[in-house]
């Protein structure tokens, strides 16, 4: 059974992210070596604002891979592409630095970027990020009975579904890309429908809640006022019981 379209976050957060001076905003996105933030390396790194500037845009030269074909066919970044380009160490201060000036981060799949920046030594605040492919799946993907959820997107698949042109598996693209999804899909009526669909469940979940704790503090006084009473029983019990043995004894 299909489950009911509904955005990650609430409309509150959405009309907080559009409150957001764009150029408050930025994109990060990685090419990398591999898909295991482990093993892999980043070759390169781009991230732009919400207007679409360029913020950085560089090549990094891995420290211990030389050769990665298959991701070479998908980016087209080769060791002579990266040879001499500056190691992370050089460009990981000025990395963190955008990313401490921004109010919010995003991506497309940002958590594997944010993996692999992690691995690569420059630290990333985590509570402001937000990523664009989560809700493109819960709004747009194709339902999967067999994972019970909606299938996540590609970014070219996204991009094509708002017309938007782009070429693919290029840091600066990519993230250019994402940004102009993120501003499109938050106007479209799908996602607002999903978005007052959350409000909806979140306002049920919140009168449940307190439902719940109307019975149960209903129910802690009855138990309260039984416990009183049975109390109060057996010190009568207990009183008269003295006092009959009192009488006996004398």
């Known amino acids: 059974m299909m489950a009911e379209r509904m955005t990650v ?14 150029e408050k905003v930025i994109c990060i996105d990685t090419e990398t070596t591999g898909l295991d933030p482990k093993k892999d390396e980043i070759l390169q790194v781009g991230i732009v604002d919400g207007n679409c500037n360029v ?25 002579d592409t ?3 380009a500056p190691e992370m ?9 955008i990313i401490a000036d921004a109010s919010l981060v995003v991506g497309y799949n940002i958590e594997f970027d944010v993996s692999m920046l992690e ?11 937000y990523d664009v492919m989560e809700d493109c799946a819960r709004v747009w993907g194709k339902w999967s009975n067999k994972k019970g959820d909606y299938l996540w997107m590609k970014l070219a ?25 993120l501003y499109t899909m938050l106007t479209r009526w799908e996602f607002v429908e999903a978005e007052h669909a959350n409000d909806a469940m979140k306002k049920r979940h919140e009168e449940f809640e307190r439902t719940f704790k109307a019975e ?4 802690m006084r009855v138990e309260t006022a039984k416990t009183a009473v049975v109390f109060f029983l057996i010190v009568a019990a207990a009183a008269t019981l003295f006092y009959s043995c009192s009488a006996l004894v004398f």
């Open 89 to 97: 160490w050089e460009v990981r201060d000025e990395i963190e630095r």
């Open 216 to 219: 149960n503090d209903k129910r």
């Open 9 to 22: 976050k609430g409309s509150d957060y959405y009309d907080w992210l559009l409150s957001i001076p764009r």
């Open 82 to 84: 990266v040879k001499d």
């Open 119 to 129: 691995e690569s030594g420059v630290n990333v605040d985590e509570s402001k990020t």
């Open 157 to 181: 698949e996204a991009a094509q579904k708002f017309d938007i042109d782009f070429d693919a598996h290029d840091a600066v693209n990519d993230a250019t890309a994402t940004v102009k999804v």
């Open 55 to 79: 913020v950085l845009n560089t090549y990094i030269r891995p420290d211990h891979r030389r050769r990665w074909p298959k991701a070479q066919e998908i980016s087209g970044i080769s060791w």
